[in-house]
């Protein structure tokens, strides 16, 4: 009578519904790291489960539906049944679940399950440990976590996978893997992880998960079957205190810059290439890109080049960066700064690169055609006052008009044959080197260097210079025919008429 009391009693917690809604939960006593079965059944015509994507704040790893018919002297009942499984860690409660059978909305009831710790004694099976070199460290301040499994030697182990936890605020980078060495009667394995705090505060590091496939052997009737009972074994939890950097500052680490160019002396519209490099130990990764405001100048910046090398304790990289700078007349690269909290002496520190000025041979200069006008002018009215002795009032005024007229005439028209013979000769001169400098390009990026200053000359120009970029800056593959570039030179060097107003 007492055991019949027991079955009551657990079919009336188990149920929300007698005959209608039954749960199960198995197994019966629940050990730390086991998956848990959990089984929601139902009996009727129409049956809608919730979708589900954790129980009690543990992740379902698996799903399952069965269906029953059963025919008992002609009524006939139709069973539907979901099954969920997770692994669980500590003590939790399923709330109460929702389904609806035939249009009605039954609810389960709510069980309290118990999470028994695995006895320990002075040899457990596994043992599962997560520790830091560092309590307390600044944002961006590297952190070594090594997570420690233990395998005891009697056990016999199929398989072990690790999960590793979300790192919450963290940039996370695992390190080379540790091969696995025995250390008394254990097997040891280490993984290591390089965390990057991102954010200040008490920043909590959760427990990371193994899940160990025990190999089992049964014997019946004189046969021995070999299978995988799977256990998850745990880790502690583990608090992390982050400390803020100083304000203006966003890089923690230890650093060193230089910029270099490849010549202070050029020729008018022949690019200058300078590279800024950052070394050190830190997170290169957080550096931005640079940008040169150069007044006068036409500056090309290559996407930075990052490279990364990391070992059991930090993270040593190196940022590039490369610069191409056109002008028609000297100009100043400024220094570029670089501004992080020094690891060394626990403080902010500046690096900052040299000043370079960059004289440019055959520069443009400016004329003060306006003044030298107004001298003109000045001079021959002068000569228009000298001679009024000579003639009446209105024959001196069209004397000085028809000078003054004839005068501007012959300067204009003296402007405009010198102007033409100087371009022409311009032009004779600098587009044969330009052939030979465009035969010696090797790649793109040089074609681009030695075209850039010719990208205002016509709208056929202009196209190449595009597809030369695109083809350096963007990734594009647009095959540029240099032997047409030199044959055609004189098409894409001159502007039409009808493209002048267009390039304006």
């Known amino acids: 009578m007492k055991t019949l009391g027991n079955i009551l009693l657990a079919l009336l917690i188990c149920s929300s519904t007698l005959f209608s809604l039954t749960t199960k939960v198995s197994p019966q006593i629940v050990y730390e790291g086991d998956q848990v ?10 049956i809608k489960f919730p979708k589900l ?55 389960t009831n709510a069980i309290a399950i118990e999470v028994r710790k695995e006895r320990v004694g002075n040899n457990p099976s596994f043992i599962f440990e997560l520790g830091s070199d560092k309590k307390e460290v600044f944002v961006g301040e590297p952190v070594n976590i090594l997570f420690t499994f233990k395998k005891h030697l009697d056990v016999e182990l199929a398989e072990a996978n690790f999960n590793s936890p979300t790192f919450h605020d963290f940039w996370a980078k695992p390190t080379k893997k540790q091969p696995a060495v025995i250390e008394g009667d254990y097997m040891v394995y280490r993984i290591r992880y390089l965390l ?12 990371g998960r193994m899940d160990a496939g025990i190999m089992q052997k049964r014997t019946r009737d004189f046969f021995s079957f070999e299978r995988i009972k799977w256990k998850s074994v745990f880790s502690n939890d583990l608090f992390i205190n982050v400390k803020p950097l100083p304000a203006g500052v966003d890089i923690y680490g230890n650093f060193t810059l230089t910029a270099d160019i490849d010549k202070t002396e050029t020729k008018a519209n022949e690019p200058v290439n300078l590279t800024l490099t950052i070394k050190g130990i830190g997170n290169i990764d957080d550096i931005e890109p640079y ?22 304790k930090e993270e040593l990289g190196e940022f590039t960066q490369k610069f191409a700078i056109v002008s028609d007349r000297n100009f100043t690269i ?24 960059i004289a440019v041979e055959g520069q443009m200069i400016k004329t003060q055609t306006a003044k030298l006008e107004k001298k003109s002018d000045t001079k021959n009215s002068e000569k228009a006052v000298e001679t009024k002795v000579i003639y009446d009032k209105i ?7 028809f000078t003054l007229a004839g005068f501007v005439l012959g300067f204009l028209t003296a402007f405009v044959i010198f102007t033409k ?58 095959v540029i025919d240099k032997k047409d570039l030199i044959k055609n030179l004189e098409n894409y060097l001159h502007v039409r008429d009808n493209e002048d107003e267009i390039l304006r």
């Not at 079965?37 to 129409?46: E, L, M, R």
């Not at 024959?395 to 008009?401: A, C, F, G, M, P």
Request: hydrophobic share 35%.
């Open 196 to 207: 990057f705090p991102q954010k200040s505060g008490k920043i909590k590091i959760e427990s």
């Open 291 to 312: 940008e040169l405001d150069i007044k006068d100048a036409i500056v090309y910046a290559d996407k930075p080049e990052k490279k990364i090398y990391t070992n059991d």
């Open 37 to 46: 079965s959990f089984v929601i059944s139902a009996q009727g015509d129409n």
């Open 334 to 357: 400024p220094a570029l700064n670089f501004k992080f909290f020094d690891s060394q002496v626990k403080e902010i520190k500046t690096l900052k690169s040299d000043t370079y000025h």
């Open 395 to 401: 024959s001196q005024t069209k004397l000085i008009l």
């Open 53 to 107: 994507q954790e129980i009690a704040g543990y992740k379902i790893e698996n799903q399952a539906i069965s269906r029953n018919i059963t025919n008992i002297n002609g009524k006939i009942t139709k069973t539907l049944s979901k099954e969920y499984r997770f692994t669980v860690k500590r003590d939790f409660t399923i709330p109460e679940i929702e389904v609806t059978v035939d249009g009605e909305n039954l609810t």
């Open 421 to 478: 013979l100087k371009r022409k000769t311009k032009q004779d001169s600098s587009e044969q080197p330009l052939v030979e400098k465009i035969k010696k390009a090797k790649d793109d990026k040089a074609l681009l260097a030695v075209l850039l200053p010719f990208a205002n000359r016509s709208l056929k120009m202009q196209n190449i210079i595009n597809r030369l970029e695109a083809n350096v800056y963007g990734g594009t593959k647009s």
